[in-house]
């Protein structure tokens, strides 16, 4: 079945450096492809998506491409900030019908100062 | 504002007691979830309920229970056979079932 896999964290930098947070899928057909954040105590937020291959989701300074040719869509910022701190997740859109997104399991970033 | 409302923040739970989680929103959307959240499980699907009146079970539905009588609202049972009920509780909607989810911010249950 469809299945989303994210890089294990806690992934630790310090601020202004530069950010990837690896995100590979197995699908079948062409799902949407999203990355949440979400912040402590919250609840999560959608940061950005791509609904086909090629696709560039943006915001906040964060950017993911939708790559089909490597099933991923790998999450960038190039300079975080300690404000960035938070758990982020990688999420599809499943092909078989009637089912709910599908999420990884999260990667924790922590930004220090 | 359009949201989701999760009630409330903080509950507590005796040992053979049932609880109610609430969750609404108006965002006129047909879709709504009910996630468990454990430290380094992410995100597990209780319940799902595509529209009024119908709901499937998730991966862990077992010790919980739902309803979905009305478009705005799915409150999330936790009964007393769900052997292990502290975690984070979230909720979530979106207009149809494979669109993106706007999430409640979550109602932490603990066990007295």
């Known amino acids: 079945g469809d299945s989303v896999t994210q890089m294990e964290g806690p992934v630790t930098l310090s601020e202004e450096a530069f950010l990837t947070i690896n995100c590979t899928y197995t699908?079948?057909?062409?799902?949407?492809l999203f990355w949440y954040v979400q912040y402590p105590g919250e609840g999560l937020q959608l940061l950005l998506k791509?609904?086909?291959?090629?696709d560039k989701g943006s915001n906040k300074g964060f950017e993911a491409t939708y790559r089909k040719e490597t099933t991923s869509f790998h999450l960038e910022k190039g300079s975080v900030q300690v404000s960035d701190s938070a758990v982020y997740f990688c999420?599809?859109?499943?092909?078989?019908?009637?089912?709910?997104?599908?999420f990884g399991k999260g990667t924790t970033l922590s930004v220090s100062s | 504002d359009g949201g989701i409302t999760q009630s409330p923040k903080y509950l507590f739970r005796k040992e053979g007691q049932n609880v109610t989680l609430s969750c609404e929103q108006n965002?006129?959307?047909?879709?709504m979830y009910w996630y468990r959240q454990d430290p380094g499980q992410g995100l597990r699907l209780i319940y799902y309920?595509?529209?009024?009146?119908?709901?499937q079970k998730g991966d862990i539905a077992e010790g919980y229970s739902v309803s979905r009588e009305k478009k705005e609202s799915f409150p999330l049972t936790v009964t007393s056979a769900q052997k292990n009920p502290t975690a984070f509780y979230l909720c979530?909607?979106?207009?149809?079932?494979?669109?993106?989810?706007?999430f409640g911010d979550g109602t932490r249950l603990s066990i007295l």
């Open positions: 979530a909607s979106s207009r149809q079932l494979n669109q993106p989810q706007h």
């Open positions: 999420a599809l859109s499943g092909s078989q019908a009637g089912t709910a997104l599908i």
């Open positions: 791509a609904t086909k291959a090629d």
């Open positions: 309920s595509q529209i009024v009146n119908d709901f």
């Open positions: 699908a079948t057909g062409y799902p949407s």
């Open positions: 965002l006129n959307h047909d879709a």
